[in-house]
Every structure is written in structure tokens, then in C-alpha cells.
């Protein structure tokens, strides 16, 4: 397969940009049922130097990603191809494009609403603090960050100078010193002369001398308490509040009293107006756009594996240093958010859109070929590498229809010995083969190849074979003196050098197409069978066999839609390798998940082969077929 998609599960567009009175700003604005998202920077539209900004706000489904990852529809984390890419539309418009520019992709780092604003020109679904984010609220309602402190029962000795640490949301800073020769607490020292070894006594001390300096305009907090706890409470309210300064000191390190929970909860505004959202090198990325008409295509896979290990860590998340998934901000850098001149406007497809082929997605890629030797088995020589002197072969063990796991290998190792065959070749004859160390064979002269577990159901084993004498082997899987299962004949092929530079070029022919498909099938296999054009048979071969079909070792396939050639998938030749044909011994094959098309349109497959001489070739066979 190499591709699974996910649609995205939020989305919407928040700005400050001025309204059409170039007075009021669009701040309380939603955007979240509009079909297009928007991202811009205006400079001085609305006097000498203003500036307004645009900026998008997606989310995907995790838990979709996690669930197909421990089903096994998508590698697991740390497969070499995996790759997870942030795909999003280009959506053409009337009004002016920039150009040569980049856009910013960040983790958002709070939970947003994505409400039901549709007006993307004046700005008049306007929110009002209810369901939706907007340029200055991520939630509806609000609440302000509070945090819990667990006053200890302590002996004077113990408490006496101790200091208790508090920063509010404005960045004041009081520094409590704990004083056993007062018995009423003031704006900078919690009265301890009557509580000692009295816990409730003391929370009650530490809530009056938070509240003294809130009195003396020192700190914008409150508190109360009840019993040993004391509950502290920003006065602003909104996200800004969960990430101010732990409250910290001696008191704490000293064990005089515990924090039962840091600043938190706090929500209805974004810590800082337009989103909040990480800029490190693993939850942020960069898209760059020539022509400005381009489509967005960036690999996030950090981001990605971190919100797939955030929420299997829920517990530990933060202090792992996981991102939870709250999708990302797409903007203009922050110099060209700055800059004195604008870049307006660039907009993409939303996830309402009605094209969905052009919706945002998050497109897992990966390297899902499968390469079986059986077709194309090939005796060990000086004019290959070692690397391509080794054959895999595959066993594939199927229950009632369904793969299944060898009940004495689960996913262990298993062991694969070679025979010659019978005179007619029908079966294997004789005793095992002794085969070259290398790979699976572990020492010279053995005639036991340790194979793998590959997937369920499915096991390889990888050799060298080099007795040049017989050149029909058969293959006979076995766990110690259990067979599980004896291979057809293989029939070993010869490398060859030429006097001639090669140029090969083929007829190819999908086999089992069909007219048409249906979206609810989500993983079709098509066939291929391919022949070199050039290839003559003797009259021999005619009469006697059927043509055998040429196998493909490097193929790639691409989707199209007909109507405007608008293209699905592209050649997967880059680093994930994600539509690379697969081969075994029936030939060339490929997989593909038919629920990422749109139903109701014709599609068409088309063939790329890496020729001989290291150079791609697209072949002139179109493959067409209809999905509804």
C-alpha cells in the first residue's frame, strides 16, 4: 500500500485584520464553516505603518493514526520510510498572490474551538466569547489559571525563613518569607508564631499573605484555603495563566509545603492574541512558495510521532517533552509579519470544501514493496555486489482466507533449507543443499537459512546459492523437525555482462482491472504482467509454455484524475519510496487504498520503470477505471 490518509478533524481561520470601515478590527471573527482557509500580512492599509494578520488553524485525528498503527495498516514508529506529510491545496481566487515566500508551520499548544463562522470578507460571524476561536480566544467561556498548594504540618525550627515563590500572569514576582515572630501574615512574610506543627493553621496564614499582596497591588492573585489546602487563583484570566513560573522556593525544595498542582486550567484566551504554539525544530517547519500558486506539501513526522507517543503517555506527556495534539498554526514568518510590505493573500481548500481531493490531509508514506526472489532467483557471481547476490524469499501462510502466524513461530525466526529437485522436477529430491555463509546463513557450508517474522502471517529468508551444477531448487520451510511448507520449483537465472550498452523497454498490462470500484473497497491489489517488447520466442516456447512475465526490480506507479489530470498520487521515487511495485513469482503487483479517491470520477494508473542505465522511464500504457 505506502499511503493511508487523514482528513483533518478541525479547521478555521483567525485574523486581526481591520473590517471595511478600516477602524474596527476583526479580533472576535470566526472563520470555522468557511470552505477556505487564509493566511496574509497587510502593511499600511489602514494607516502609515498598521499592520493585520491572517493565520490557520488545523487538527487531525490522532487516534485515527494510532488505531491503524497498532491494527498494522501503517508501519511502527522508527520504520526507516515512514514519513507523515502535511498536504494542503491551493485554492485559486481573484484578489492579488504573493510570491517568492515562506509560510510557518507550529504545534498549536492549547485546545481551540473550531465554531461556525462563514464570513471570510467582513468579518461579521463574530463569536462574542461563545462556541469558536478567534484572533483573541481559543474556547468559548473563560477561566482563570489556578494552582493548589499543600501546607505541611512543620516545626518552627523547620518553616522559619523559608521562602514561597509566586509570579502572576503580568510577570510580578513576591517572594514570601515564612516568619515564626508574627502571628498575622503581610504583603511579603506568611506568619508562622501560630502554626506551628498546624498544618491548617498554616495554609491559612499562606492564603492571607497571597491575598495582602494582592491588596498592595503586588500581585494579581488571590487565594483561599481549606484545611492544608490552599487554592491559588490568577485574577487574568486565559491561557497566560498556565504558563507563567512555577511557584517555587525554599519552602518547596525543603519540603515545608508540596505543590499538589502547578498553574493550570486556565482557558478563553489565547496566552498570547493570534495562537499559541511551539517554535522548536521538531513542531515547527517551514514551506516555501515561488510561484505562490504551489500547493503545501511539508514533512512533519516528529510532530506527528510526538502527538502519537503524547497520548499513549497522557500521564507523562509533559514531562517527556511530547506535544499533545492540538494541530498546527500556519503563518507568515514573524519578519515577514513584520515587514514593511504585504503578501496578500494566500488561500488553501478547508476540510468543508466540496473538492475532496483538496481537503487538508496528513498523508502517511512508506516503503510497503514487498521483493520476492522466487521470480527472479539468481546464482552467486563475481559480476554482482554481495548485496545483490543475495535472494529473499517469502512464505505466506494463510488460514480459512486469512493470514495467520505459525503457532510454534509466532513472530520468532524460522528456518528454510534447499533441495534439488526430483528428474521431471516436480519435487524437491535428495538431501539439503550446503549454501554459502552470507545474510540468513550463519556459517559455511550450512544448509539451514534463518529467515524472519515480516508481518502477520508472513516470514523471509535472505541467501546466496552457488552450485552452478543445479539449476532447479526447491525451497522447504521447517522449525526443527516441523515442515511448514515446500515451495514450487525456482529456477535459477545467471547474470550476464553484454558488448552492448542494454536498452530495454517494455509492454505492460494491469490483469485484473476493472471498469470500476467502489470507495468501500480500501485496499485493492492490482496485477501486472509485463514482457520485454523486443522479446522473440523460438517455436518451441510457443507451443510448449505459457509466456512467463519479465519481473519489474524497481517500479513505480502514479494516479491521476482524467477529467483535469489532476493528480491523486505522484510517483513515489523520493525518499519513502511509497508506490514501488512489489514482486514475487507470479510477477509485479501493487496495492492501493481506493477510499482517498472522490467517487463519481475516471482515474488512471500509470507506470514509471528505472531502466538499466539508472534513468527513470514512463511507460505509454494508461490504465484507466471509474469509482463509485
Same mark, same amino acid.
Given at each position: 500500500?505506502?499511503?493511508?490518509?487523514?482528513?483533518?478533524?478541525?479547521?478555521?481561520?483567525?485574523?486581526?485584520?481591520?473590517?471595511?470601515?478600516?477602524?474596527?478590527?476583526?479580533?472576535?471573527?470566526?472563520?470555522?464553516?468557511?470552505?477556505?482557509?487564509?493566511?496574509?500580512?497587510?502593511?499600511?492599509?489602514?494607516?502609515?505603518?498598521?499592520?493585520?494578520?491572517?493565520?490557520?488553524?488545523?487538527?487531525?485525528?490522532?487516534?485515527?493514526?494510532?488505531?491503524?498503527?497498532?491494527?498494522?495498516?501503517?508501519?511502527?514508529?522508527?520504520?526507516?520510510?515512514?514519513?507523515?506529510?502535511?498536504?494542503?491545496?491551493?485554492?485559486?481566487?481573484?484578489?492579488?498572490?504573493?510570491?517568492?515566500?515562506?509560510?510557518?508551520?507550529?504545534?498549536?499548544?492549547?485546545?481551540?474551538?473550531?465554531?461556525?463562522?462563514?464570513?471570510?470578507?467582513?468579518?461579521?460571524?463574530?463569536?462574542?466569547?461563545?462556541?469558536?476561536?478567534?484572533?483573541?480566544?481559543?474556547?468559548?467561556?473563560?477561566?482563570?489559571?489556578?494552582?493548589?498548594?499543600?501546607?505541611?504540618?512543620?516545626?518552627?525550627?523547620?518553616?522559619?525563613?523559608?521562602?514561597?515563590?509566586?509570579?502572576?500572569?503580568?510577570?510580578?514576582?513576591?517572594?514570601?518569607?515564612?516568619?515564626?515572630?508574627?502571628?498575622?501574615?503581610?504583603?511579603?512574610?506568611?506568619?508562622?508564631?501560630?502554626?506551628?506543627?498546624?498544618?491548617?493553621?498554616?495554609?491559612?496564614?499562606?492564603?492571607?499573605?497571597?491575598?495582602?499582596?494582592?491588596?498592595?497591588?503586588?500581585?494579581?492573585?488571590?487565594?483561599?484555603?481549606?484545611?492544608?489546602?490552599?487554592?491559588?487563583?490568577?485574577?487574568?484570566?486565559?491561557?497566560?495563566?498556565?504558563?507563567?513560573?512555577?511557584?517555587?522556593?525554599?519552602?518547596?525544595?525543603?519540603?515545608?509545603?508540596?505543590?499538589?498542582?502547578?498553574?493550570?486550567?486556565?482557558?478563553?484566551?489565547?496566552?498570547?492574541?493570534?495562537?499559541?504554539?511551539?517554535?522548536?525544530?521538531?513542531?515547527?517547519?517551514?514551506?516555501?512558495?515561488?510561484?505562490?500558486?504551489?500547493?503545501?506539501?511539508?514533512?512533519?513526522?516528529?510532530?506527528?510521532?510526538?502527538?502519537?507517543?503524547?497520548?499513549?503517555?497522557?500521564?507523562? %506527556? /509533559?514531562?517527556?517533552?511530547?506535544? #499533545?495534539?492540538?494541530? $498546527?498554526?500556519?503563518?507568515?514568518?514573524? &519578519? @515577514?509579519? =513584520?515587514? !514593511?510590505?504585504?503578501?496578500?493573500?494566500?488561500?488553501?481548500?478547508?476540510?468543508?470544501?466540496?473538492?475532496?481531493?483538496?481537503?487538508?490531509?496528513?498523508?502517511?508514506?512508506?516503503?510497503?514493496?514487498?521483493?520476492?526472489?522466487?521470480?527472479?532467483?539468481?546464482?552467486?557471481?563475481?559480476?554482482?555486489?554481495?548485496?545483490?547476490?543475495?535472494?529473499?524469499?517469502?512464505?505466506?501462510?494463510?488460514?480459512?482466507?486469512?493470514?495467520?502466524?505459525?503457532?510454534?513461530?509466532?513472530?520468532?525466526?524460522?528456518?528454510?533449507?534447499?533441495?534439488?529437485?526430483?528428474?521431471?522436477?516436480?519435487?524437491?529430491?535428495?538431501?539439503?543443499?550446503?549454501?554459502?555463509?552470507?545474510?540468513?546463513?550463519? %556459517? /559455511?557450508?550450512?544448509?539451514?537459512? #534463518?529467515?524472519?517474522? $515480516?508481518?502477520?502471517?508472513?516470514?523471509? &529468508? @535472505?541467501? =546466496?546459492? !552457488?552450485?552452478?551444477?543445479?539449476?532447479?531448487?526447491?525451497?522447504?520451510?521447517?522449525?526443527?523437525?516441523?515442515?511448514?511448507?515446500?515451495?514450487?520449483?525456482?529456477?535459477?537465472?545467471?547474470?550476464?555482462?553484454?558488448?552492448?550498452?542494454?536498452?530495454?523497454?517494455?509492454?505492460?498490462?494491469?490483469?485484473?482491472?476493472?471498469?470500476?470500484?467502489?470507495?468501500?473497497?480500501?485496499?485493492?491489489?492490482?496485477?501486472?504482467?509485463?514482457?520485454?517488447?523486443?522479446?522473440?520466442?523460438?517455436?518451441?516456447?510457443?507451443?510448449?509454455?505459457?509466456?512467463?512475465?519479465?519481473?519489474?526490480?524497481?517500479?513505480?506507479?502514479?494516479?491521476?484524475?482524467?477529467?483535469?489530470?489532476?493528480?491523486?498520487?505522484?510517483?513515489?521515487?523520493?525518499? #519513502?519510496?511509497?508506490?514501488?511495485?512489489?514482486?514475487?513469482?507470479?510477477? @509485479?503487483?501493487?496495492?492501493?487504498?481506493?477510499?482517498?479517491?472522490?467517487?463519481?470520477?475516471?482515474?488512471?494508473?500509470?507506470?514509471?520503470?528505472?531502466?538499466?542505465?539508472?534513468?527513470?522511464?514512463?511507460?505509454?500504457?494508461?490504465?484507466?477505471?471509474?469509482?463509485?
Amino acid at each position: 500500500m505506502g499511503i493511508q490518509r487523514y482528513s483533518a478533524s478541525l479547521d478555521t481561520t483567525i485574523t486581526n485584520a481591520y473590517k471595511m470601515n478600516l477602524t474596527t478590527r476583526a479580533t472576535g471573527s470566526n472563520m470555522g464553516l468557511a470552505d477556505t482557509l487564509e493566511v496574509f500580512s497587510i502593511y499600511g492599509q489602514a494607516a502609515s505603518a498598521s499592520s493585520e494578520l491572517s493565520r490557520i488553524l488545523v487538527q487531525f485525528p490522532t487516534a485515527d493514526i494510532s488505531a491503524d498503527r497498532t491494527a498494522g495498516t501503517i508501519p511502527a514508529s522508527g520504520s526507516d520510510s515512514l514519513k507523515f506529510f502535511l498536504r494542503m491545496y491551493n485554492a485559486e481566487h481573484a484578489y492579488t498572490l504573493p510570491k517568492d515566500f515562506n509560510l510557518i508551520i507550529s504545534a498549536v499548544s492549547s485546545s481551540w474551538e473550531e465554531g461556525y463562522g462563514l464570513d471570510m470578507d467582513e468579518y461579521t460571524d463574530l463569536t462574542y466569547d461563545d462556541v469558536g476561536a478567534n484572533w483573541v480566544s481559543n474556547v468559548s467561556g473563560s477561566a482563570a489559571a489556578t494552582a493548589t498548594i499543600t501546607a505541611l504540618s512543620k516545626t518552627a525550627g523547620q518553616a522559619n525563613t523559608r521562602v514561597l515563590t509566586i509570579v502572576d500572569v503580568e510577570e510580578n514576582s513576591v517572594s514570601f518569607t515564612i516568619d515564626n515572630s508574627i502571628s498575622t501574615s503581610t504583603a511579603t512574610k506568611i506568619a508562622f508564631g501560630n502554626a506551628n506543627s498546624n498544618a491548617t493553621q498554616f495554609a491559612t496564614n499562606i492564603a492571607a499573605a497571597i491575598n495582602a499582596a494582592d491588596t498592595a497591588d503586588t500581585l494579581n492573585v488571590s487565594a483561599t484555603s481549606d484545611g492544608a489546602a490552599v487554592t491559588c487563583t490568577m485574577l487574568t484570566i486565559g491561557l497566560a495563566g498556565n504558563s507563567v513560573s512555577d511557584i517555587a522556593g525554599t519552602s518547596v525544595s525543603d519540603s515545608v509545603v508540596t505543590m499538589t498542582k502547578q498553574w493550570g486550567s486556565g482557558a478563553g484566551k489565547w496566552a498570547t492574541a493570534g495562537g499559541d504554539y511551539y517554535s522548536d525544530v521538531s513542531s515547527s517547519f517551514t514551506a516555501s512558495f515561488l510561484d505562490g500558486t504551489e500547493h503545501l506539501e511539508v514533512d512533519i513526522t516528529s510532530l506527528v510521532e510526538q502527538w502519537i507517543s503524547s497520548s499513549a503517555n497522557s500521564k507523562t %506527556a /509533559v514531562n517527556m517533552g511530547l506535544r #499533545t495534539n492540538y494541530g $498546527v498554526l500556519i503563518n507568515f514568518p514573524t &519578519a @515577514s509579519e =513584520a515587514a !514593511a510590505r504585504s503578501y496578500y493573500t494566500k488561500k488553501f481548500f478547508a476540510r468543508g470544501s466540496q473538492y475532496f481531493l483538496k481537503r487538508p490531509t496528513i498523508e502517511a508514506r512508506w516503503d510497503s514493496s514487498t521483493k520476492d526472489n522466487q521470480g527472479s532467483f539468481y546464482l552467486s557471481s563475481s559480476l554482482a555486489s554481495a548485496a545483490n547476490n543475495l535472494n529473499k524469499i517469502y512464505i505466506y501462510n494463510s488460514v480459512r482466507g486469512q493470514l495467520a502466524n505459525l503457532p510454534n513461530v509466532g513472530a520468532g525466526s524460522i528456518l528454510v533449507s534447499i533441495y534439488s529437485g526430483s528428474a521431471n522436477n516436480t519435487a524437491p529430491s535428495g538431501s539439503k543443499l550446503f549454501l554459502p555463509l552470507g545474510d540468513g546463513v550463519k %556459517a /559455511v557450508g550450512d544448509t539451514n537459512v #534463518t529467515g524472519g517474522y $515480516v508481518a502477520t502471517g508472513i516470514y523471509s &529468508a @535472505s541467501f =546466496a546459492y !552457488a552450485s552452478s551444477s543445479i539449476t532447479t531448487i526447491f525451497p522447504v520451510w521447517h522449525s526443527g523437525s516441523v515442515e511448514y511448507n515446500t515451495g514450487s520449483a525456482i529456477a535459477v537465472k545467471t547474470f550476464n555482462s553484454a558488448d552492448h550498452n542494454p536498452h530495454s523497454s517494455y509492454a505492460s498490462k494491469i490483469t485484473n482491472l476493472r471498469d470500476t470500484y467502489s470507495r468501500e473497497e480500501k485496499m485493492t491489489r492490482f496485477r501486472l504482467y509485463v514482457r520485454e517488447k523486443d522479446w522473440n520466442p523460438n517455436i518451441y516456447t510457443k507451443a510448449s509454455s505459457d509466456i512467463s512475465t519479465s519481473i519489474i526490480e524497481d517500479g513505480y506507479y502514479r494516479i491521476y484524475r482524467t477529467v483535469d489530470e489532476f493528480e491523486v498520487v505522484a510517483y513515489g521515487t523520493g525518499s #519513502t519510496n511509497h508506490t514501488r511495485l512489489s514482486f514475487d513469482a507470479s510477477g @509485479s503487483y501493487f496495492d492501493f487504498p481506493m477510499d482517498v479517491l472522490a467517487a463519481g470520477y475516471m482515474y488512471a494508473f500509470k507506470l514509471i520503470y528505472k531502466m538499466p542505465d539508472g534513468n527513470y522511464r514512463e511507460q505509454p500504457e494508461i490504465f484507466k477505471f471509474r469509482v463509485d
